[in-house]
């Protein structure tokens, strides 16, 4: 369809600055008596990520807001006076950026608690639930100008099984977005394995204006992860 384009982006210009050159002493994990080897390797990788040092020293929830930030960065998406949607959004690391940003209203969903933020109205739910979507479109009580989903099943290991879950959580929150977007609204969801499937990538070209695949910076390298960000909805 004219006007639609599908483009694997890798952002070049990281938000965080500082960055390891191999050269840096690297805090080494000891490892201790009833620790798993896997967390003594997951605790080793926090301590020596940049961008979990420069989440704490700008008091950002979560390394995963400078995921946002990159992609913000690159697209212009958060706008002062926007109400924006955020689906998984503990620990709140995302709704931060999007008040930074000025932002006038963020309605966030996610199965885990989150600490209150000024400016954000949280619903402790399962995105899946039934009766979820119906909730969060009560709360909203407008239209929405930017869904954000950072939402990720949990993984099994078996990569087929692994993708369908996945691909659910995708396909449910682009329906959603469907219901609540206004003209011109956003839409950006995480997805793994190459990005969207075909059939929902099909129909988001009917929908939306543009579709990107993004992998920012601060998603590491080792992961299969990268985000869909479809825009100019059609209505």
Known sequence: M?????????LERPMVKKRTTG??????VKSSRGRKASSTRWLQRQLNDPYVQEAQRLGYRSRAAFKLLEINEKLDLLKPGQVVVDLGAAPGGWCQVAVEKGVKKVIALDLLPIEPLSGVTFLQMDFM???????LINTIGEGVDLVLSD?????IGHKQTDHLRIMALVEAAYYFAKDVLKPDGTFVAKVFQGGA??????QMKLDFKTIKHIKPPASRKDSAEQYLVAQGFRG
């Open 2 to 10: 004219k006007g639609v384009c599908i483009i694997n982006h890798h």
């Open 23 to 28: 050269r840096e002493p690297t805090t080494r």
């Open 129 to 135: 639930e039934d009766d979820a979507p119906e909730v």
């Open 151 to 155: 939402m990720a099943a949990n993984t």
């Open 197 to 202: 499937q075909h059939e929902i990538l099909a």
